[in-house]
């Protein structure tokens, strides 16, 4: 697999005239910790069960959340300490993102691995945290807690909207130019 060139283009400023955004300008590797933990929209996409088609390697989305997680909030109920408790839970990396395949197509982290920019509702954009869950976009409220669903039963959970980008839903249409007042047409 060919790997992605870790540079970027040069940004042109922000369309109010400011600084470009730190995610348009710096790669993964070039990001403070503070830069980087304020990637994670808050989603918690990523902490749902996932199986895998050991035959394919196709990935298959769960509803069934890490015990960690908290529904409503979207967090991980301990952040600090998530992977020694969930032995599981993979940490992010800038060098592990872009081979990530079980990573939601909607996933910071990943937008700017692929060189792409962060979606309307990302907290970044938006200003406000909640929007990523006021655009539907997080789990709250849709998960069940790995607790209470035993392992063999995961498959019975497989759903498919974590693994959706809401903006292949999007059509475009191509506007033409809007008429000017007191002309009409064909005279």
């Given at each position: 697999m060919?790997?992605?060139?870790?540079?970027?283009a040069p940004?042109?400023?922000?369309?109010?005239?400011?600084?470009?955004p730190?995610?348009?300008r710096?790669?993964?590797?070039?990001m403070?910790a503070?830069?980087?933990?304020?990637l994670?929209?808050?989603?918690?996409?990523?902490?749902?069960?996932?199986?895998?088609?050991?035959?394919?390697?196709?990935i298959?989305?769960?509803?069934?959340?890490?015990?960690?997680?908290d529904?409503?909030?979207?967090?991980?109920?301990?952040?600090?300490?998530?992977?020694?408790?969930?032995p599981?839970?993979?940490?992010?990396?800038?060098?592990?993102?872009?081979?990530?395949?079980?990573l939601?197509?909607?996933?910071?982290?990943?937008?700017?691995?692929?060189?792409?920019?962060?979606?309307?509702?990302?907290?970044?954009?938006?200003?406000?945290?909640?929007?990523?869950h006021?655009a539907?976009?997080?789990?709250?409220?849709?998960?069940?807690?790995?607790?209470?669903v035993?392992?063999?039963?995961?498959?019975?959970?497989?759903?498919d909207?974590?693994?959706?980008?809401?903006?292949?839903?999007?059509?475009?249409?191509?506007?033409?130019?809007?008429?000017?007042?007191?002309?009409a047409?064909?005279?």
């Amino acid at each position: 697999m060919a790997r992605r060139s870790t540079k970027r283009a040069p940004v042109p400023p922000s369309a109010n005239g400011g600084e470009t955004p730190f995610w348009r300008r710096l790669t993964l590797d070039e990001m403070s910790a503070d830069e980087w933990e304020s990637l994670c929209d808050g989603c918690a996409r990523c902490c749902l069960n996932k199986l895998e088609d050991w035959d394919t390697g196709e990935i298959f989305w769960t509803e069934i959340a890490c015990r960690l997680l908290d529904d409503g909030s979207c967090r991980c109920t301990d952040y600090p300490h998530r992977t020694t408790r969930v032995p599981d839970c993979q940490l992010l990396t800038p060098q592990n993102v872009p081979t990530l395949a079980w990573l939601p197509p909607t996933c910071a982290y990943k937008l700017v691995a692929e060189g792409r920019d962060l979606y309307w509702w990302h907290p970044l954009v938006s200003g406000d945290p909640d929007t990523v869950h006021y655009a539907g976009i997080s789990v709250r409220g849709r998960t069940l807690s790995e607790d209470d669903v035993p392992a063999e039963q995961f498959e019975a959970h497989v759903v498919d909207w974590p693994g959706e980008d809401p903006a292949d839903r999007i059509e475009v249409v191509e506007r033409r130019p809007a008429a000017k007042p007191g002309k009409a047409k064909g005279r």
